[in-house]
């Protein structure tokens, strides 16, 4: 079965620092990947995902994720991270011997200072 | 309205104590799921389900059970709580047409056993 990890599980950051949250999964075959997010109180969101194609790819507020398949990581960034990117972030896996269904990371909760 | 309704949103109960986490979406989505999130662990999946007559364990039903009353709900059931049973639950739903695409989460039920 396949395994997801998140490496940071707290991270803090000042307003304007740059971000860069890791992801690694276990599977060897074709995955397709995602990064959700969980403002406080809230839902997950989808912030971006990576069928196939272009290996780096852009999600709403700013985020991209760069997929390196030797690596087996899709790691998140953000140049410059707001106070209200505040909230927790997690990686998840769906492997083509899955189905439809996504396997996730630990989580990393993210506190930016104003 | 949300389009997938977590009830109730928080909720103490005593060990021993039978209880029921009930979820309906307007998604028109077949698939449901629901989910737990421990600190650190991540989202693992209880039980989840294909259509009403379908019904599938996940990585960790031990101590649960499910109900698809409707394609729209989907119930979860603590037949006597324990301690660990302590988390935040989520329930999420998908469209098999969308695959992988479309997964939507209900805000989640926090669930504390005293």
């Known amino acids: 079965a396949q395994s997801v990890s998140q490496h940071n599980h707290h991270v803090i950051l000042s307003e304007a620092a740059s971000l860069e949250l890791g992801c690694n999964y276990s599977?060897?075959?074709?995955?397709?990947l995602f990064w959700y997010v969980q403002y406080p109180g809230q839902h997950l969101q989808l912030l971006l995902k990576y069928f196939s194609g272009d290996p780096l790819v852009k999600g709403i507020k700013g985020f991209e994720a760069e997929f390196i398949k030797s690596k087996f990581s899709f790691n998140l960034r953000k140049p410059s991270v707001q106070w209200s990117d505040t909230a927790e972030y997690f990686c998840a896996v769906n492997a083509d011997n899955a189905g439809n269904m996504l396997t996730f990371g630990g989580g990393t909760r993210l506190m930016v200072k104003p | 309205d949300a389009d997938v309704t977590q009830t109730p949103r928080n909720r103490i109960t005593k060990t021993g104590k039978r209880i029921m986490l009930e979820c309906s979406q307007t998604k028109g989505h077949d698939r449901m799921y629901w989910y737990r999130q421990d600190p650190g662990l991540g989202l693992r999946l209880i039980y989840y389900s294909f259509d009403v007559k379908d019904i599938n364990k996940g990585e960790i039903s031990d101590g649960y059970s499910v109900s698809r009353q409707a394609q729209a709900k989907f119930s979860l059931s603590l037949e006597s709580a324990i301690p660990n049973q302590t988390a935040l639950y989520f329930c999420a739903t998908s469209d098999s047409r969308q695959g992988i695409y479309g997964y939507t989460f209900g805000s989640g039920t926090r669930l504390t056993v005293v």
């Open positions: 599977y060897g075959g074709t995955v397709n």
